[in-house]
């Protein structure tokens, strides 16, 4: 028996969104994410919010609910320019002020400025960061391989990005999994007087049975907990050491159509034949 990792429900394709800086601006891209069901995650500079932005970090856990907080560093800073210990004071004091206005978790960080190395990496694992974006834009729907150097598929300024959405939403080749990658600054709206890009991208991708909508945080979680899953010989049997479910798809043995999908709960081994 052979299976392939979808995403949850047998989906084979994701859309995620992520911004940072956190600015007053992303209180009208949070009203068009929630209209057209789409989950973003909001890397946020806690010490870096001007009087203006006091009243938005002070309702937080509201503004972004249903959404993730991630970290963004609390000075803005780049990171390859300071010394280990700034670093760690960067990501820490962002981390326990963030945790603190949303009453959340945070473990996800996106790179202030783009930059980062092998040593910064480390750093960030070693703090409890899961996943660490870039701004290095791919063009493609391909999942990283390096959660802590996550590319993503382009910023929303990209020229062709409607033509990316539509040859993303029409994709329909289930073996392979697919993720496409929107990210920016919100008040590049307001800068750029193109609203209308995101509220449009956004209306076109929503409300599709074979997309899943996460945030970063859902996605690299999954994907490890799905790489992690554990094969009997004969592949019949998987076990799930994750607490998360996670869905595969069966596939017979003499040809490649895609099979029922089966959810491996998390903790079980579950027969798939």
């Not at 057209?36 to 002070?58: C, P, Q, V």
């Not at 959660?147 to 073996?175: G, I, M, R």
């Not at 991208?201 to 599709?208: H, P």
Request: glycine letters at 6%; charged letters at 25%; hydrophobic letters at 35%.
């Amino acid at each position: 028996m052979f299976s392939y990792i979808t995403f949850p429900g047998g989906r084979s394709k994701a859309l995620t969104l992520s911004y940072d800086d956190g600015r007053r601006q992303d209180r009208r891209l949070v009203e068009i994410f929630n209209r057209y069901s789409i989950k973003g995650t909001f890397h946020l500079n806690s010490g870096w919010m001007d009087e203006e932005l006091i009243e938005m970090r002070a309702a937080a856990s509201e503004l972004y609910a249903g959404h993730e907080v991630a970290t963004h560093s609390l000075t803005h800073p780049t990171l390859t320019r300071l010394a280990d210990t700034d670093i760690v004071m960067q990501i820490m004091e962002d981390r326990k002020n963030l945790e603190h206005l949303t009453g959340r978790i945070v473990r996800g960080h996106s790179y202030p400025n783009g930059a980062y190395n092998e040593n910064v990496k480390s750093l960030l694992k070693n703090l409890g960061i899961a996943y660490a974006r870039t701004t290095k834009e791919t063009g493609d729907f391909e999942l990283p391989e390096d959660f802590l150097e996550w590319h993503p598929t382009c910023h929303h300024s990209a020229p062709d990005l409607l033509e990316k959405a539509k040859k993303f939403a029409e994709f329909k080749k289930p073996q392979y999994l697919k993720l496409f990658y929107v990210w920016g600054h919100s008040y590049e709206f307001d800068r750029d007087d193109n609203w209308n890009v995101i509220e449009g991208f956004c209306e076109y991708l929503s409300d599709r049975d074979d997309i899943w909508y996460a945030t970063n945080i859902e996605i690299a979680d999954y994907m490890k907990a799905a790489r992690g899953l554990i094969y009997s010989a004969d592949g019949n049997h998987i076990y799930n050491p994750y607490a998360a479910d996670v869905w595969i798809a069966k596939l017979p043995d003499n040809g490649p159509e895609m099979g029922s999908v089966v959810k491996i709960p998390g903790g079980e081994n579950v027969d798939i034949t």
